[in-house]
């Protein structure tokens, strides 16, 4: 998985996760360089790019060999949340 299509903004945006309400994700097109080269170099790769690049392709693989995402990586800082009867 390389090169993700994210679409618009408001699109991938949680509501409720301060943050990513006003993130600007940009294509990271050395990714789908990256992908292209292990399919190269591995035998029964499948490869999914931009907009075949979905969390609907990953969630069902289950115990693969290697499993490649090359995407962002967001990191946020720690939030306090007060839960009422806690």
Same mark, same amino acid.
């Not at 993130?23 to 050395?30: D, E, I």
């Given at each position: 998985?390389?090169n993700p299509?994210? +679409?618009e903004?408001e699109?991938?945006?949680?509501?409720?996760s301060?943050?990513?309400?006003?993130?600007?994700?940009?294509p990271?097109?050395?990714?789908?360089t990256?992908?292209?080269?292990?399919s190269q170099k591995l035998?029964?790769?499948?490869i999914?790019?931009d907009d075949l690049a979905t969390e609907?392709?990953?969630k069902?693989?289950?115990s693969?060999?290697?499993?490649?995402?090359?995407?962002h990586g967001?990191?946020l800082p720690?939030?306090?949340?007060?839960?009422? +009867?806690?």
């Amino acid at each position: 998985m390389a090169n993700p299509d994210y +679409g618009e903004v408001e699109k991938i945006a949680i509501p409720s996760s301060q943050g990513l309400r006003d993130l600007n994700v940009l294509p990271l097109p050395n990714t789908a360089t990256e992908a292209e080269f292990l399919s190269q170099k591995l035998e029964n790769v499948k490869i999914f790019m931009d907009d075949l690049a979905t969390e609907t392709v990953v969630k069902p693989v289950q115990s693969p060999q290697i499993l490649q995402l090359a995407t962002h990586g967001f990191f946020l800082p720690n939030i306090m949340v007060c839960v009422e +009867g806690w």
